[in-house]
């Protein structure tokens, strides 16, 4: 779980945000009740996008690249369901894919937060082996994360060791290099490699773990 960067909030949720939010609230004070239709307000494109773009296409949890055959969608980091005062605000939203969300669903443990990756330094709670993330000082919210969203899960592992093997090739060049320059100009290739691609959590400790390693 990469930390990421929330862009600025869309005009949609600017101008409607605190109305959609009051309308809803009010339903739900008067019937103990929301209706989807109300509670779906927030599914447009144009808040999708730049969720997607903050994002980089990634699901904020598992970092897997989300496409049409492993679908994502807008994800509430504190479940509507337990705040639904939470379902249009800004920074309650990301993109996450389908599988993290079903393993999530209306998770909430107050005492342990599950990390949030536009808030917390992940890396303080939870660190890459190789294609296994695990909890590391101790961290309650770290395990909570991993094991809630089974950070672990075959398919997730399965595909991190694919990309590290492919990150190995560019590894091996950077430590066989020893002019500066090309060793340089390697490292831009290879810190372009992480951020572009699916997993670059794992990736980036990978590549500290391993650099110049010979
Ligand atoms: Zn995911």
Redesign the pocket.
């Known amino acids: 779980m990469i930390e990421l960067k929330k862009k600025s909030k869309p005009q949609l949720l600017i101008d409607n945000g605190d109305a959609w939010t009051a309308d809803l609230m009010t339903e739900f004070y008067q019937t103990n009740t929301i209706s989807k239709t109300k509670q779906n307000r927030y599914s447009r494109t144009e808040i999708k996008e730049v969720l997607v773009e903050e994002t980089n296409g990634k699901?904020?949890?598992?970092?897997?690249k989300v496409t049409h055959i492993y679908p994502?969608d807008i994800e509430h980091i504190i479940p509507k369901s337990k705040f639904p005062r939470l379902t249009f605000t800004w920074n309650n939203l990301t993109f996450?894919?389908y599988?993290?969300?079903n393993k999530k669903r209306n998770f909430l443990d107050r005492a342990n937060m599950m990390l949030n990756p536009y808030k917390d330094k992940t890396n303080e709670h939870i660190r890459a082996f190789g294609p296994i993330i695990c909890h590391i000082n101790s961290s309650q919210r770290g395990e909570i994360t991993w094991r809630v969203?089974e950070l672990n899960r075959p398919d997730l592992r399965d595909k991190r060791q694919k990309k590290i093997e492919e990150l190995q090739v560019l590894i091996d060049k950077y430590n066989l290099t020893t002019n500066p320059t090309f060793k340089g100009l390697i490292e831009v290739e290879i810190l372009d490699f992480i951020e572009r691609t699916d997993y670059s959590f794992s990736l980036k400790q990978y590549f500290e773990d391993n650099k110049n390693a010979a």
Not at 59 to 64: D, G, I, Q, T
């Open positions: 699901c904020a949890y598992c970092e897997s994502g996450g894919c599988w993290c969300n969203l």
